[in-house]
């Protein structure tokens, strides 16, 4: 679950729209803003930059500080990029 405020999370994998198949990525081509709109909360992905057809979308989990899962036992990140943190929710590590 992505943590919005103390107590409040997004569960993706129990109700949502088209987005909350959308992957992490330590380098993603989009990102999450969060908005209260008539006093529930809600969540809205942007694209970050130009993105190619048929490219997959991606948004970071560790974006906006907000947090993913469980910090003591974070889930293993696979996403392949050269700023992979290791770990999904932790920050990209910033490599030359």
Known sequence: AMQLTAGVAVDAS??????????????????????????????????ARRIAAGEELTFSYAQGGRGFGNPDTPERCCCASPDCSGAIGAPPTKRS
């Open 14 to 47: 129990r109700a949502g729209g088209p987005g909350r198949f959308m992957n992490h990525s330590c380098s993603p081509n989009c990102y999450a803003q969060r908005w209260v709109v008539a006093g529930e909360f809600h969540v809205g992905l942007f694209a």
